[in-house]
């Protein structure tokens, strides 16, 4: 992606290029502007925002907005603030992301070096389960999430997320061990290396990247999810982005947008950091589950 | 019993056979090389001996133990990869000795084998770096090396040399050639490259559609190759095949083809195989290597039959050390291989010389060398 | 190619055998789990699509009643038509913004390596923030009209998350503020692999830059037009989050969507037949749509 490949091909005029220029900084404008304010108006006291415009610059910088957010903000009927979801968020997330990471890893490495009659149905199954609506597994899903009394916790949200993120970790991990050389897994095969071993000393050393991609496509999406939050994990064990929005719905009070603006970016933030730290696995994780390579 | 013996064995994928019947016995110290056309069956032939792929029916045996359903680990041989597979995670010195360690070979011993091993293939000072960072050739070594390493009884070599550049591949060449000169190993070497399967082997198994197509010394089947196949296959530029007619004239077979100007030109010839005598009349295919096509005064001085051919130059092509010169016999192109200070130029005649020792008859409709 | 295609053979020993078992072991789970979790869950809903469920699930076979009745709710067809017009305009807008991004991006461009992020940021973000923003901006009371107004332009107006017949149209424009960077990366890799020599070889056959793109560039483009269709429709099928959280599915249903008819009608209205065969219908759009495709790509890798 960093080369530009139409280099000397494709030439503009000058005012074409002012305006190709224009366009795509209009756009940055268009792309940037609603977190710039929510960020501004989170710094704003209530009274600035009701009054005053979204637009402006806060005459009154406050962080009070985000403190109110964290600890004290009424979520449903507890004024708890988002911190407690905040974690269900993350105790959620992190196991989740590494149990279906490794799973997809070795499904990757099965499907891809110890190919089998009908491997190619299978593969296509887990691949087809990762673009079903999740409306069609709610229902079975709260029975069994019931029978294994593990509906409403966290616990019952980690095993959702793994389930249904088993597919795209193995399409991810397929698709990158089928570019490995199999040459280096027969290799290992006659120097002796058994199944577990050609994956341990082999593969992995070499599946950083898309262990990578892996990882900060399963945590952007389960840590965004809201649907299976909803679902099956209200009341106390709710993730953060039904703590926010339980926050920013909430019926009863004056409706203090700059907590909701300050809950917004918190709820955001883990997903942007991994965004701006990794952005390029994150691209390639997004460009991996729609062009199938 | 030979020291690896490929007996009777087949593969199949689903109903679809792709290796027939292969019978091959390797003795010990054998060079044997497997030469062929992209999809002829070799690779997966070797692949069998290594055990990464099954067999379908025949046996295997190394050293009399049959090997089939054997973990390729337990074969006790050793492959050398054409991308040399060499693990980029682990430095040379790791790369050689994994499969020691795999094996359970206690460390010192695997340094003791390793620096042996460095020292033949002079990687000595190669050890402590990553595959990313060796060049071509260096590589090439490595490989051998993890091969070398493990003492095997047999070595496979899957079409080592076809990634290296051209002047590379030459002095590789050599340098297996040396070793097994030098180390007395049992090798069995997968190329498509008709020239290392020629300067390399002691033997060749040239292999086509599936079926061994014949198996003999680089002499034998050069010489005597069994069929069209083998025959344009191996040698460059490939052998001249000519339709002819075999005659004969004033007591002797001949064959008869045409010249550039359509005139019949009958090459006598002396010696012939009693199978000729029922061909006679018939038409046949004249194969006829172009060094044995050449101008009078380089002809071969022990050839006891050289005829002469006057037709007309097409195209000449000076290669250096020798000059190809193109014309028309029996309506196809023919080569010839001249010395390079050869004086003949296109659209000239010229007087070629034919040592018809070294022709050879086909059958048209077999195409298997009459004999 | 697999690394072996099995030693299976009356000799095999006990540690071969095992090697040619543990990969299927291996695999064995997930199989398990996506038979079960995913396509036993379905089966289980279209079987409770046709019977009297309600609060729980119920084994009374109904038939076709509940398709017949789902039909005839008037909120289920809204929220079709509501996914219509999303849906098309959702994948129509951020297509060409897309397209046009890319192409943009495309001409050397100083300052590509910040551009690029910005765009594409959104994606990184939960619907459920972006709805959150979006919301407020959209509310006339404080965020663009009021600001407008504030800046003076009295008679400016942008009421549609209140209009009911524009709301569903406010979900457009937060779900293209989304999405639309990201279809612009599939375009840029698109575009970033066309050969360059062609693009050289054309323009010595005298193409204009116009004609490039038109006859050359775009058509090399096919593959990623159609993943961008597949991903967004398959996107806008199951968009549930952005409308909770930006208008709740209001102003009343005005911007219903299946997945919040299902949602509703499951959970709080306790109609789990008529939930179960809504999902259904969802499920068989989208595997219209997924299946040529995911067959089409499965089998060009063979």
Known sequence: MAAASTENAVRSSNAARVFVYLFLLLFALFYLLPFLIMLLNSLKPLEEITGGGMIALPRQWTIEPWLSAWSTAQIGVQPTGLRPYFMNSIMMAVPAVVMSTVVGALNGYVLTKWRFRGDTLIFGLLLFSCFIPFQIVLIPMARILGILQIAGTTPGLILVHFVYGIGFTTLYFRNYYAAFPTELVRAAQIDGAGFFQIFWRIMLPSSGPIIAVSFIWQFTNIWNDFLFGASFASGDAAPMTVALNNLVNSSTGVREYNVHFAGAIMAAAPTLLVYIVAGRYFVRGLMAGSVKG | ?371 | ?302
């Open chain 2, 1 to 371: 019993m030979g020291f690896l013996d490929i007996d009777n064995v087949t593969k199949s994928y689903g109903a679809v056979e792709v290796l027939h019947r292969v019978d091959i016995s390797v003795e010990e110290g054998e060079f044997l090389v497997l030469v062929g056309p992209s999809g002829c069956g070799k690779s997966t032939l070797l692949n069998m001996i290594a055990g990464l792929e099954g067999i379908t029916s025949g046996e295997i045996k190394i050293r009399d133990r049959v090997v089939n359903g054997v973990h390729p680990s337990k074969r006790n041989i050793a492959m050398v990869f054409q991308s040399y597979a060499l693990y980029p995670n682990m430095t040379v010195g790791q790369n050689i000795t994994f499969g020691l360690e795999m094996h359970g070979t206690p460390k010192p011993e695997r340094e003791r084998k390793m620096k042996e091993v460095a020292e033949l293939l002079q990687i000595e000072n190669l050890l402590a770096r990553k595959p990313g960072q060796l060049s071509g050739g260096q590589r090439q070594r490595v490989a051998m090396g993890r091969a070398l390493v493990r003492n095997p009884d047999v070595f496979l070599f899957d079409e080592p040399l076809s990634n290296l550049d051209a002047k590379l591949r030459v002095d590789m060449r050599t340098e297996i050639k040396k070793l097994h000169q030098k180390l007395g190993t049992t090798i069995v070497y997968v190329t498509h490259d008709q020239i290392e399967a020629m300067t390399l082997s002691t033997r060749i198994a040239v292999m086509y559609d599936g079926y061994v197509q014949q198996l003999g010394t680089p002499k034998e089947i050069y010489d005597s190759p069994a069929n069209l196949f083998v025959a344009t296959f191996m040698g460059s530029p490939a052998m001249n095949v000519l339709p002819a007619r075999l005659v004969e004239q004033n007591g002797a077979l001949h064959a008869v083809i045409t010249d550039h100007a359509g005139h019949d030109l009958a090459l006598r010839i002396e010696n012939a195989p009693a199978a000729y005598a029922s061909y006679k009349d018939m038409p046949v295919h004249l194969g006829i290597r172009p060094e044995a096509i050449t101008d009078p005064e380089g002809a071969d001085r022990n050839a006891r039959n050289v005829q002469a051919l006057p037709n007309m130059v097409t195209v000449t092509e000076p290669a250096g050390s020798d000059t190809f010169v193109t014309m028309t016999v029996s309506g196809k192109d023919c080569i010839a291989r001249m010395r390079a200070d050869a004086d003949v130029h296109p659209g000239h005649v010229f007087d070629f010389a034919v040592n018809m020792d070294k022709a050879v008859l086909f059958d048209p409709k077999t195409e298997d060398r009459i004999a």
């Open chain 3, 1 to 302: 190619m697999a690394a072996t295609d099995g030693f299976a053979g009356s000799g095999a020993d006990f540690r071969t055998r095992l090697q040619n078992w543990l990969p299927k072991i291996v695999l064995a789970p997930s199989f398990a789990i996506m038979v079960i979790f995913v396509y036993g869950f379905i089966a289980f809903t279209i079987y409770l699509s046709f019977t009297d469920s309600r609060m729980l699930p119920s084994f009374g076979w109904v038939g076709w009643d509940n398709y017949d009745r789902l039909f005839r709710i008037r909120e289920w067809n809204v929220a079709i038509k509501n996914l219509a017009i999303f849906a098309s305009l959702y994948i129509v807008i951020s297509t060409i913004i897309g397209l046009l991004l890319a192409i943009f991006l495309d001409q050397k461009i100083r300052g590509e390596g910040v551009l690029r992020p910005i765009f594409l940021y959104p994606m990184a973000l939960s619907f459920i923030v972006t709805g959150t923003a979006w919301k407020w901006f959209l509310d006339p009371g404080i965020g663009i009209e009021n600001t407008m107004h504030l800046w003076g332009f009295e008679n400016f107006s942008f009421d549609w998350i209140k209009d009911r017949e524009m709301a569903i149209y406010t979900v457009v424009i937060a779900a293209v503020w989304q999405s639309s960077g990201f279809v612009m990366a599939m375009f840029l890799a698109g575009l970033r692999g066309i050969d360059n020599e062609i693009l050289k070889a054309a323009q010595m056959d005298g193409a204009s830059n116009f004609q490039l793109y038109r006859r050359i560039i775009l058509p090399q483009l096919r593959p990623a037009f159609l993943s961008a269709f597949v991903i967004l429709s398959h996107l806008a099928i199951k968009s549930y989050d952005l409308v909770i959280a930006l208008t709740g599915g209001g102003p009343g249903n005005a911007t219903a969507l299946p997945a919040t008819f299902m949602y509703s009608y499951t959970f709080t209205r306790n109609q789990m037949g008529i939930g179960a065969s809504s999902a259904v219908i969802m499920l068989m759009t989208i595997a219209a749509i997924m299946i040529p495709y995911l067959y089409a790509e499965l089998k060009e890798k063979k």
